[in-house]
């Protein structure tokens, strides 16, 4: 048996991808038997211009064993229920994309297809009526799950919107209390081994020399690792993903708090509002091809909700990912692992996504390839897969108002997206790929939010007498809208359990 083992861990970058990993390796590992160092620059800004997330945020945190009040206080957090879209289905229109499910399946058969039934019978509800993650965000309503399973209150789910870089200077401290080093300086040179090819150490401008058994790629858009010193492939999705520019500003609040995030389509992007409790975060992410950084940043000042907060930063990116996430004795997380557009918030949850993946295959020192041909098939897998459901919201528009929703209405798509919009399109189902993270009713929402409505609903349904289906879904709407009623604002709820310190 190969008793090798792992003895020094070298973490280059910090942001949120370095001290998430530092953070949960710190969380699992004794500092006695491996030694974790993150080494990062002052010098060198990170990408952080507000967060959302989704559920699985709450994982991360719980298996660190951080108190959610601590965390969100901390933070400047906020609850966040879902993602409201405007005008990407057609100019005017919006819907809202919840956490959860609509309605309740009934006779194992799932609910949209009732709601179908019902809407051939002339009702006139959309269906994120039935979900109350979606009434209660868009009434600015919040509530923490009820347990009991059979209270409408318990089919809750939430995540977050916070500060990203006080995120990582909160981790930054749970890490180095639990033995992780961090080492200021920035990387001049990188060694590799002349025979196998791995990563030996690092040289820094202050002339200290860093060695390690393994490394983690966090330094952000620049993958000073696993791009430039390992010259490992970056497959480029610009041609399903065409925005490459992103400007960013903060605003102040004006109204009342929302409990969701909103993603509004412009003429060749689109715009995000990211509520936080001391402010608002604002980005307007388009395509250069389409549009010039004067115009787009016009657009972005002028859709404000408050008075701006600093001056317009710039953010330059190519949409994609590493044809290898874990390559010799090096693994990629965050943006130099890859990159999707935040428009269903999945950065910071693939970021989790990589640790926990490489802790569950935690190799010994003899890097064998077989575990990173594994971690690279699964990571690969979950990113084509998130890529796939962000592609769809460009794909399924109607507009045709400017030339790049033309292109985007218009464009080939990968077959493994084509199978599921046609599917749905022919017959009303949708078929959950292998451990994919979006769910049902994430498509659902998202197919049905912009107009690709099933040519039928289920058969058995349809056999169904319209007053019964519409008694069942009225029952529905009815237990949602006492519930909203009884909730709380989200500003009431924050100020009382995890108010920010100022």
Known sequence: MDDRRLKNIVIVGGGSAGWMTAAALSSLLDPRNISVTLVESEQIGTVGVGEATIPD????????????????????????????????????????????????????????????????????????????????????????????????????????????????????????????????????????????????????????????????????????????????????????LPCNTAQTIACEHTDALPSYTRSTAQSAGWQWRIPTQSRTGNGHIYSTDYMDDEAAQDILLANLDGTPIGQPRTIRFKTGRLAEFWHNNCVGIGLSSGFLEPLESTSLYLIQSGISKFISLFPSGSFSPIIAQEYNRQMCQEFDQVRDFIILHYKATQRDDSPFWNY????????????????????????????????????????????????????????LPPEQVEHSLASMRQAITRATDQMPTHDGFIDKYCKAET
């Open 57 to 240: 945020m709450i994982n991360f945190n719980r298996i660190l064993g951080i108190r959610e009040a601590e965390f969100m206080k901390a933070t400047d957090a906020t609850f966040k229920l879902g993602i409201q879209f405007v005008n990407w289905g057609r100019l005017g229109e919006h819907y809202f994309h919840p956490f959860g499910q609509h309605g309740a399946d009934m006779q194992g058969i799932d609910f949209h297809h009732y709601w179908l039934h019902a809407q051939q019978n002339g009702s006139a509800n959309p269906i994120e009526d039935y979900s109350l993650c979606a009434v209660a965000g868009k009434a600015n309503k919040f509530a923490l799950p009820a347990q009991d399973p059979r209270s409408v209150m318990s089919k809750i789910r939430y995540a977050y919107h916070f500060n990203a870089t006080k995120y990582a200077k909160f981790l930054r401290v749970y890490a180095e209390k639990r033995g992780v080093r961090r080492i200021e300086g920035k990387v001049e040179t990188v060694s590799v081994a002349p025979g196998s090819g791995d990563i030996q150490s690092l040289a820094l401008d202050n002339g200290k020399r860093i060695e390690g058994d393994f490394f983690f790629d966090c330094t952000g858009f620049r993958a000073l690792l696993m791009r430039k010193t390992l010259g490992v492939e970056f497959k480029d999705w610009s041609q399903w």
């Open 408 to 463: 985007c209405r218009t464009m080939s798509i990968p077959d493994s997206l084509q199978r599921k919009i046609d599917l749905f399109h022919e017959a009303g189902r949708m078929v959950r790929d292998e451990n994919e993270l979006f769910t049902r009713p994430n498509w659902i929402a998202v197919m049905l939010g912009q107009n690709l409505v099933p040519k039928v609903c289920d058969p058995i349904v349809a056999t």
